[in-house]
């Protein structure tokens, strides 16, 4: 079975990469791990010519059609962003946005794991946005909510020397 880990922080030692790392490292007992670096990636935001739904595939030749191929062979996703004003990075959301070339068919019965990282306590609004959004994705999409792990981690309080943050991600693939 494969996962895809896609990493959306544009810091490559970010503190929702270090979480998803973790948590990485954990499902390798159960998946093959397919990792994807957002940040590496030179991706174009969707021009909504609709060409991807008679061709099935996108007309912009940057890489996402490659990225959505892994994704449809992917049996669990993982998200790992950053928090940026009360959602997902930039990069997260524009990769989001291309999937729109898939069927509905590829999303269904995907597990969906999602690590958010920002600076506000827990009981912040962020978060519980950001998790009824991916609810809401798999919802209409047919994949299944599998975990979700917001944590508060900054500059100041890095997420590497929180270890009861490092083992909730090493633990949300097994609670599944």
Known sequence: MQMMMVY??????????T?????????QSTYTINEVYLQNEELQ????????????RCLL????????????ESEAICFATPV???????????FI??????????FKGKELYVIACGEDTLDGVQYRLIREQFEQI??????????????CAGDDNPVGENENAL???RTLITKA
């Not at 609709?50 to 099935?56: A, E, G, L």
């Open 19 to 27: 979480l998803a790392k973790a948590f990485a490292q954990a499902g």
């Open 138 to 151: 798999c919802e209409y999409t047919g994949m299944k909510f599998a975990g979700y792990l917001p944590v």
């Open 97 to 106: 946005d291309r999937l729109y070339q898939l069927r509905m068919e590829d």
């Open 45 to 56: 935001s969707c021009r909504a010519c609709k060409w991807c739904k008679t061709h099935f």
């Open 61 to 72: 030749e940057d890489g996402m059609n490659a990225l959505c191929a892994s994704f449809k």
């Open 167 to 169: 083992h909730q991600a």
């Open 84 to 94: 940026y004003w009360w959602g997902v990075s930039a990069q997260l959301k524009l």
């Open 8 to 17: 959306s922080s544009p810091r490559t030692q970010g503190n929702s990469t």
